[in-house]
């Protein structure tokens, strides 16, 4: 067999693994590689503008596609910037995996321009990592990052390959299998488990489905759905879950949590048997422990056995794939449905105190004449029916799109929720729009979390992507600024933020600019914005002192909402 140098290996492998895109930033330590990339034309390159960019870009890209995201980064700072898009991609279960180039195998451990650890740094927030050592392991460990990144429960995964070792040569083949010894993810749930979760539930009376985003991963939704509707069983969702289950559903009750409704936090506080699939139990979903679901038993699906009792003692613990497990469970109910005659009777007196949840406190907001992010986001859904892949950024804007837009299918939510980063939404929409060229894709940001990465507007613009970013100006840190208006005495410490002319910005990059001050000129500029093809930033200047509600201070049991 013909030797191939290392560079020429990993082109190799990104074919046979499918890859179509890779996000990246060149340095020294790269140029072997992508100068064979320049010979690829199968696979498209996109150059970000910051490192950081490209790790949420892939990430926005896998999340949009449920592919792999790919991104290529030098050594050094080109391997550190990556290291909150990882933690990012980690917190919330991302197949990512980032190529870092590394000084050459003679110069690791000597100090040299542009060495770092790299390998040592991202350990705590990998699902795994490699330092190639040895061109003849490359093609492994490359098939092995694809593997683990995407199976089980996904993850990022970073493979550091010295330049060296990127023009050695070597005849080793790319293997067409994967074995990995002690990495075998369970995905069928246990038979006996389901009958128990199933018995459990014919005896409740006030049972809820509490799901997350594993329900997206295992690409669930249908099975989630029908599960439901057969057992007339109300269905709430993580931040991470929306999408999962229709938000337009009759059974569905919109997020729990901080900033839930009132209606799925009073299910939870109320519930005698919670189904919770996909879902972690954090603590922006559970609020105070102590007092999660008091009077509930819990069954807890889940393909990362780690997870289950991690934070809420479970009282029937599954580990499976969520996709399996509701396939199972609807063919054992179908084999037992005459258990369920009286569970179908005594449930409708549940809906009608959910309901009542529903009509008491509904999400609102109130108009008094300024102009409010709450009915923007509304227009945003009423313009495009849902048919949209909306990214957000982090702080209030991501909470008011979690609950007044209504995500309808799943893939169709690209947010930060587990690690909360601040500048994720803007890179992750170009992540998405590169996979979807034709679909719309918007990015609600704030006016602090779009000056995190603003530079990636300029890969935007090369790459003619027409991202619609709406920044809902308010001139803070809105919900630093919202918990010391409700804690801190209204003392507004570095919160008040000094930003550009955003509308001037954007028309520097070359992009488009546009300004919205009053409630009467949104849907025509927001309808402008959405058809024009083009890269587009708007500028939406809302009551600088709105707040997020029902919010559940911190500490707070769910039943414990501060409301409108």
Same mark, same amino acid.
């Given at each position: 067999?013909?030797?191939?140098?290392?560079?020429?290996?990993?082109?190799?492998?990104?074919?046979?693994?499918?890859?179509?895109?890779?996000?990246?930033?060149?340095?020294?330590?790269?140029?072997?590689?992508?100068?064979?990339?320049?010979?690829?034309?199968?696979?498209?390159?996109?150059?970000?503008?910051?490192?950081?960019?490209?790790?949420?870009?892939?990430?926005?890209?896998?999340?949009?596609?449920? =592919?792999?995201?790919?991104?290529?980064?030098?050594?050094?700072?080109?391997?550190?910037?990556?290291?909150?898009?990882?933690?990012?991609?980690?917190?919330?279960?991302?197949?990512?995996?980032?190529?870092?180039?590394?000084?050459?195998?003679?110069?690791?451990? @000597?100090?040299?321009?542009?060495?770092?650890?790299?390998?040592?740094?991202?350990?705590?927030?990998?699902?795994?990592?490699?330092?190639?050592?040895?061109?003849?392991?490359?093609?492994?460990?490359?098939?092995?990052?694809?593997?683990?990144?995407?199976?089980?429960?996904?993850?990022?995964?970073?493979?550091?390959?010295?330049?060296?070792?990127?023009?050695?040569?070597?005849?080793?083949?790319?293997?067409?299998?994967?074995?990995?010894?002690?990495?075998?993810?369970?995905?069928?749930?246990?038979?006996?488990?389901?009958?128990?979760?199933?018995?459990?539930?014919?005896?409740?009376?006030?049972?809820?489905?509490?799901?997350?985003?594993?329900?997206?991963?295992?690409?669930?939704?249908?099975?989630?759905?029908?599960?439901?509707?057969?057992?007339?069983?109300?269905?709430?969702?993580?931040?991470?879950?929306?999408?999962?289950?229709?938000?337009?559903?009759?059974?569905?009750?919109?997020?729990?949590?901080?900033?839930?409704?009132?209606?799925?936090?009073?299910?939870?506080?109320?519930?005698?048997?919670?189904?919770?699939?996909?879902?972690?139990?954090?603590?922006?979903?559970?609020?105070?422990?102590?007092?999660?679901?008091?009077?509930?038993?819990?069954?807890?699906?889940?393909?990362?056995?780690?997870?289950?009792?991690? @934070?809420?003692?479970?009282?029937?613990?599954?580990?499976?794939?969520?996709?399996?497990?509701?396939?199972?469970?609807?063919?054992?109910?179908?084999?037992?449905? +005459?258990?369920?005659?009286?569970?179908? =009777?005594?449930?409708?007196?549940?809906?009608?105190?959910?309901?009542?949840?529903?009509?008491?406190?509904?999400?609102?907001?109130?108009?008094?004449?300024?102009?409010?992010?709450?009915?923007?986001?509304?227009?945003?859904?009423?313009?495009?029916?849902?048919?949209?892949?909306?990214?957000?950024?982090?702080?209030?804007?991501?909470?008011?799109?979690?609950?007044?837009?209504?995500?309808?299918?799943?893939?169709?939510?690209?947010?930060?929720?587990?690690?909360?980063?601040?500048?994720?939404?803007?890179?992750?929409?170009?992540?998405?729009?590169?996979?979807?060229?034709?679909?719309?894709?918007?990015?609600?940001?704030?006016?602090?979390?779009?000056?995190?990465?603003?530079?990636?507007?300029?890969?935007?613009?090369?790459?003619?992507?027409?991202?619609?970013?709406?920044?809902? @100006?308010?001139?803070?840190?809105?919900?630093?600024?919202?918990?010391?208006?409700?804690?801190?005495?209204?003392?507004?410490?570095?919160?008040?933020?000094?930003?550009?002319?955003?509308?001037?910005?954007?028309?520097?990059?070359?992009?488009?600019?546009?300004?919205?001050?009053?409630?009467?000129?949104?849907?025509?500029?927001?309808?402008?914005?959405?058809?024009? +093809?083009?890269?587009?930033?708007?500028?939406?200047?809302?009551?600088?002192?709105?707040?997020?509600?029902?919010?559940?201070?911190?500490?707070?049991?769910?039943?414990?909402?501060?409301?409108?």
């Amino acid at each position: 067999m013909l030797k191939r140098t290392g560079a020429q290996i990993f082109v190799d492998v990104l074919k046979s693994e499918g890859v179509d895109t890779i996000f990246c930033y060149p340095g020294g330590a790269t140029l072997n590689i992508t100068d064979r990339l320049a010979d690829c034309p199968e696979i498209k390159q996109i150059v970000v503008r910051h490192e950081q960019g490209a790790v949420h870009a892939a990430d926005g890209y896998a999340r949009a596609t449920g =592919k792999v995201g790919v991104c290529l980064v030098t050594s050094g700072p080109g391997a550190t910037n990556t290291v909150t898009g990882l933690a990012t991609a980690y917190m919330d279960s991302i197949p990512v995996i980032v190529f870092s180039c590394q000084v050459n195998t003679s110069l690791i451990g @000597n100090d040299a321009f542009q060495e770092a650890d790299i390998v040592g740094i991202t350990r705590p927030c990998t699902k795994h990592n490699y330092l190639v050592k040895d061109v003849k392991d490359l093609p492994r460990i490359m098939k092995e990052a694809f593997h683990i990144a995407r199976t089980g429960r996904p993850g990022p995964v970073l493979v550091d390959i010295p330049k060296d070792v990127t023009s050695a040569l070597t005849d080793a083949k790319i293997p067409e299998k994967v074995f990995i010894r002690g990495y075998q993810p369970n995905y069928n749930p246990h038979l006996g488990q389901l009958k128990r979760a199933l018995r459990l539930i014919a005896q409740s009376k006030r049972p809820i489905l509490y799901t997350g985003g594993g329900i997206i991963s295992s690409s669930a939704s249908a099975e989630l759905v029908k599960f439901a509707e057969m057992l007339s069983i109300p269905v709430t969702s993580t931040l991470m879950g929306l999408g999962g289950f229709p938000g337009t559903h009759p059974l569905f009750l919109g997020m729990l949590g901080m900033h839930g409704t009132y209606a799925a936090n009073m299910a939870i506080t109320e519930s005698d048997v919670i189904i919770a699939i996909g879902a972690r139990f954090d603590d922006r979903a559970t609020g105070k422990i102590d007092e999660f679901a008091p009077k509930a038993k819990i069954i807890h699906i889940d393909i990362d056995p780690t997870s289950i009792s991690k @934070n809420i003692k479970v009282d029937i613990p599954i580990v499976g794939d969520s996709k399996i497990a509701l396939r199972k469970m609807i063919e054992i109910y179908e084999e037992e449905k +005459g258990e369920f005659a009286e569970f179908h =009777k005594s449930i409708g007196a549940w809906h009608e105190q959910i309901e009542n949840w529903k009509k008491e406190y509904p999400l609102t907001y109130v108009r008094d004449g300024t102009l409010k992010p709450q009915f923007v986001i509304e227009k945003v859904y009423e313009i495009t029916k849902g048919d949209a892949i909306v990214a957000t950024e982090v702080g209030q804007n991501q909470m008011w799109t979690a609950q007044f837009y209504k995500f309808i299918k799943p893939r169709t939510i690209l947010t930060s929720g587990g690690l909360g980063t601040m500048g994720y939404g803007f890179p992750a929409s170009i992540g998405a729009q590169v996979a979807f060229p034709d679909k719309l894709v918007i990015d609600i940001a704030g006016d602090g979390s779009i000056q995190m990465n603003i530079q990636e507007l300029a890969t935007a613009i090369q790459y003619n992507l027409p991202v619609k970013v709406i920044i809902l @100006n308010n001139g803070y840190l809105g919900m630093v600024r919202q918990w010391q208006q409700l804690f801190y005495q209204k003392r507004y410490t570095w919160s008040k933020i000094y930003s550009p002319d955003f509308v001037k910005l954007a028309q520097a990059y070359g992009a488009e600019g546009m300004r919205i001050t009053k409630e009467e000129e949104v849907e025509e500029c927001l309808r402008e914005a959405f058809s024009n +093809g083009k890269t587009t930033f708007v500028d939406v200047h809302i009551n600088p002192e709105e707040c997020v509600y029902p919010m559940v201070p911190a500490g707070a049991a769910l039943k414990d909402m501060l409301l409108v």
